[in-house]
Nanobody, 128 residues
Framework: QLQLVESGGGLVQPGGSLRLSCAIS????????IGWFRQAPGKEREGISC????????NYADSVKGRFTISRDNAKNTVWLQMNSLKPEDTAVYYC?????????????????????WGQGTQVTVSP
């Protein structure tokens, strides 16, 4: 019954900011690392960020490092992706995904195969 629902996508200008939210239901978040992925039409789905179940560990793809920040509040059943200094190449459908982990500091790599549950995606378009 694990479900993830993304929201917050939209159209922004280059250099702008956007915050995506991932609402998670059906499970306690204590045992799930959460990742953000994105996919442009005709391209491979790209892992961009991940956060451990405790929130204490994060990683980022080089393409977004320094611009995006992932965070979570397990009590609110929510994970966020703050996106700053957006570029046209950030345009994609953004997905959140959950990976069950045995430890609170466990951090999967940014490989979609490690994540068993996915949201429906939210469109982010960066354009003048």
């Amino acid at each position: 019954q694990l479900q993830l629902v993304e929201s917050g996508g939209g159209l922004v200008q280059p250099g702008g900011s956007l915050r995506l939210s991932c609402a998670i239901s059906g499970v306690t978040l204590d045992y799930y690392a959460i990742g953000w992925f994105r996919q442009a039409p005709g391209k491979e789905r790209e892992g961009i960020s991940c956060i451990s179940s405790s929130g204490g560990s994060t990683n980022y793809a080089d393409s977004v490092k320094g611009r995006f920040t992932i965070s979570r509040d397990n009590a609110k059943n929510t994970v966020w992706l703050q996106m700053n200094s957006l570029k046209p190449e950030d345009t994609a459908v953004y997905y959140c995904a959950a990976a069950w982990v045995p430890g609170v500091s466990s951090l999967p790599d940014l490989n979609r195969r490690d994540f068993g549950s996915w949201g429906q995606g939210t469109q982010v378009t960066v354009s003048p």
